[in-house]
């Protein structure tokens, strides 16, 4: 049996794009979207959101039988939370300049739908293994969609990618302003959605 | 010490004015959803109906205002003195969380109908960003004492509600228009989110 076909690989390979999770049910953009008109910053919070969302998901599954369940939500509220802090930690001692601009997005990981969504459906209902996956799956999907708009609206707003500038900039490129401010990232949003959904339209209806 | 925490603020010539002009830059310059992207999710899914909106929108500025408030006070007085500052995500997420049950049970008293409208959406008001967000950025704000917090917090949980109603207003208003397939539902929300973000930008003018 192959990888993709064992629990966790199914888990991990369905969040990428079937069931992506911006895509697909436009979930959990509410803490990095903000930070997406730079890349550096958006690669920083994704690859914290990774490392939460597998982590907690492994956590949780693990303490599954463990956890009552009247106070289950907040007892996967704490976990993340936990995960967050050592994000946080981190960012703040390794790059200390990026953290006074994303700080208090970091700590809105905590309530970052994705994360809660795939605790609550997943990870405590399957063993640790395929809920690390599957958090891992889940994180990563969401960061393919984000790094895809951060990417469009740096290269379009400064002109530069990772903080260095485009190659012959001064003849082709113009800026968009918009793209630096809010309703960017909106836009941004919007066209990944129509490009999202418009292909699932297309697969459903050459499967009828 | 509490009480001297609860004294106007004397520090400027012109208190209503210094309140006011953090209560218009909360609501409008920098809306938690327009311009931050905080509370998105429950946005998306709750903005198709104007009473689901209406009544989620003022269990918002509610949360919001207090939770703001209690979160100030207890950063303040209890983790900076004991210096546990870093356990701040896990102390305001309790406090919202336990918020959020008193105010479920509120509403499940007067306005049964209201309650079951609401459903999954007012137990998630614990994991909605919006609400974790105005306590974050309100400790990034330099100088805020406890009234600013207070003000901040009323003026982002009335800027959520504006976004909300104008998004429901026009959503019902484009239910029976042609839109292309693929953008229904959440691409064309986001695109008019974009729109009224666009004209909050045109705010910012309004405080220097």
Not at chain 1, 123 to 130: T, V
């Amino acid at each position: 049996m192959s990888f993709k076909d064992t629990a966790g690989g199914k888990a991990l390979i369905s969040n990428l794009w079937n069931e992506n999770p911006v895509f697909r049910q436009m979930l959990g953009i509410c803490s990095t979207l903000a930070v997406t008109n730079l890349l550096k910053n958006t690669l920083l919070m994704c690859g914290g959101l990774v490392f939460t969302a597998g982590l907690s998901s492994l956590t949780i599954s693990l303490l599954r039988n463990y956890i009552p369940k009247q106070v289950r939500m907040m007892v996967q509220v704490l976990i993340i939370a936990a995960y967050v802090i050592i994000v946080d930690t981190f960012i703040r001692a390794q790059f200390p300049d990026i953290h006074k601009t994303i700080g208090p997005y970091v700590g809105l990981i905590i309530t970052n739908c994705i994360i809660m969504g795939r605790a609550e459906a997943f990870a405590s209902k399957n063993p640790a293994w395929p809920s690390l996956l599957d958090g891992i799956g889940a994180g990563l999907g969401y960061s393919i969609i984000l790094i895809a708009i951060a990417f469009f609206r740096e290269a379009l707003g400064f002109g530069t990618l990772m903080g260095y500038e485009l190659p012959g900039k001064e003849i082709w490129w113009y800026q968009w302003t918009i793209m630096v401010m809010p309703p960017g990232a909106f836009f941004m949003l919007a066209l990944m959605a129509w490009f999202g959904n418009s292909y699932v339209l297309k697969k459903q209806g050459d499967k009828k | 010490m509490i009480l001297a925490a609860l004294q106007p603020v004397v520090s400027e010539p012109n208190v209503l004015a210094h309140l006011l002009v953090i209560f218009l830059a909360a609501a409008f310059t920098e809306n938690i959803l327009l311009a931050r992207f905080l509370g998105m999710c429950s946005f998306l899914a709750i903005s198709r109906q104007m009473k689901t909106s209406v009544g989620l929108g003022f269990a918002v500025v509610f949360v919001t205002t207090f939770t703001a408030a209690i979160n100030y006070l207890l950063h303040t007085y209890v983790m900076v003195p004991l210096d546990i500052v870093f356990l701040e995500y896990i102390v305001f997420i309790v406090v919202i969380a336990a918020f959020v049950q008193l105010v479920e049970m509120i509403i499940e008293r007067f306005s049964p109908s209201l309650y079951f409208s609401l459903g999954i959406f007012l137990p998630l008001i614990t994991v909605n960003c919006a609400i974790l967000g105005v306590s974050l950025f309100m400790l990034n704000k330099q100088g805020f004492g406890f009234w600013e917090s207070l003000i901040f917090g009323l003026g982002s949980g009335i800027g959520w509600l504006l976004a909300i109603v104008l998004m429901a207003g026009i959503r019902e208003q484009i239910k029976e228009d042609k839109i292309p397939p693929g953008l229904r539902g959440a691409g064309i929300t986001l695109i008019i989110s974009g729109i009224i973000a666009l004209a909050f930008v045109a705010f910012s003018g309004m405080i220097k």
